[in-house]
């Protein structure tokens, strides 16, 4: 049994995670130092990039479709 591909490629992917932790680790950091609201940004920066980790994730644990018999 193969597994699919998923939406993203090795390389995308590991971008993709380095922008979820950059992201991630940025928004406590700018809550700490910024009086305003603004690191709620970062916060749904990050939430959004996990979105597609995830589905990216899902789309890998699908079987392939058997295309030849």
Do not use: K, Y
């Not at 591909?5 to 700018?30: K, N, Y």
Request: charged residues 15%; positive net charge; glycine residues 6%.
């Amino acid at each position: 049994m193969h597994q699919g591909s998923g939406i993203l490629s090795t390389r995308q992917r590991r971008l993709a995670w380095l922008g979820f932790l950059l992201a991630a680790l940025q928004a406590p950091v700018s809550a700490w130092l910024v009086a305003d609201e603004s690191w709620l940004f970062s916060l749904c920066v990050a939430l959004m990039v996990a979105t597609v980790i995830i589905a990216d994730d899902a789309a890998r644990r699908r079987p392939a479709n058997a295309t030849g018999d």
